[in-house]
């Protein structure tokens, strides 16, 4: 069975910073690109950086540039969302996803993953 559990987000005051990590158990990350997503609520989820499995290329949603960096340790099967300088609008539930990018034509940014965490909510306070 694949699960994928984020962990790390909290209540945190803007310009403050969190970091996010995606593990994962009953698939070898190192197969995967993953991206995280997040959801406000009322909003529809969008993509927030993605990362190719090997490590190599990562990229960013505009309005996280420069302030969130996606990481990946794929020994220990976990993905990193380093979030600096954050602000209210940063406010959502945060999920990671894995996906076989051969399967796929589509931008990282798209929702044609396929394993999906359960989300984290990260608040971010003004």
């Not at 970091?19 to 190192?30: F, I, R, Y």
């Not at 990362?51 to 505009?62: C, F, L, S, V």
């Not at 990481?71 to 945060?94: C, H, I, W």
Request: hydrophobic content about 30%; charged content about 20%; overall charge negative.
């Amino acid at each position: 069975q694949v699960r994928l559990v984020e962990s790390g987000g909290e209540l945190v005051q803007s310009g403050g910073s969190l970091t996010l990590s995606c593990s994962t158990s009953g698939v070898t990350l190192g197969h995967y690109d993953i991206g995280w997503f997040r959801q406000a609520p009322g909003t529809e989820r969008e993509g927030v950086a993605g990362i190719t499995k090997d490590g190599a290329t990562t990229r960013y949603e505009d309005s996280v540039k420069g302030r969130f960096t996606i990481s990946r340790d794929n020994a220990k099967n976990t993905v990193f969302l380093q979030m600096n300088n954050l602000k209210p609008e940063d406010t959502g539930v945060y999920f990671c996803a894995a996906r076989d990018e051969t399967l796929y034509a589509s931008p990282w940014w798209s929702h044609e993953y396929d394993y999906w965490g359960q989300g984290i909510q990260v608040t971010v306070s003004s």
